[in-house]
Nanobody, 123 residues
Framework: QVQLLESGGGLVQAGGSLRLSCAAS????????SGWFRQAPGKVREFVAG????????YYADSVKGRFTISRANAKNTVYLQMNSLKPEDTAVYYC????????????????WGQGTQVTVSS
């Protein structure tokens, strides 16, 4: 199985930046598509960004497009989410997920999940 661990969350002022990391236990993690999801209290879990195993494509939710960047470090089995120009509406628990195959926007299509890392953006 694949075990995922998120890190890098914290408290930041609006307009600031954070970089989230997702470390995978499996050495074959580079062959998986990875996605970042987030969930705020009282809200549904929503797709944020995804990257294919081949790095040929990335996909972003409209709400973060142009501000967030997803990338992969294959040698370290790590996926990153660089978050710039953060807004209070970005406040949520961010989850890393992985699946075999193409990027999907539905959380039901992902097999492996991390425990989440809290991101809080203050005004």
């Amino acid at each position: 199985q694949v075990q995922l661990l998120e890190s890098g969350g914290g408290l930041v002022q609006a307009g600031g930046s954070l970089r989230l990391s997702c470390a995978a236990s499996a050495r074959t993690f580079s062959l998986y598509s990875s996605g970042w999801f987030r969930q705020a209290p009282g809200k549904v879990r929503e797709f944020v960004a995804g990257i294919s195993w081949s790095d040929r494509e990335t996909y972003y939710a409209d709400s973060v497009k142009g501000r967030f960047t997803i990338s992969r470090a294959n040698a370290k089995n790590t996926v990153y989410l660089q978050m710039n120009s953060l807004k209070p509406e970005d406040t949520a628990v961010y989850y890393c997920a992985a699946r075999v195959g193409a990027i999907e926007v539905s959380d039901q299509q992902y097999t492996y999940w991390g425990q989440g890392t809290q991101v809080t953006v203050s005004s």
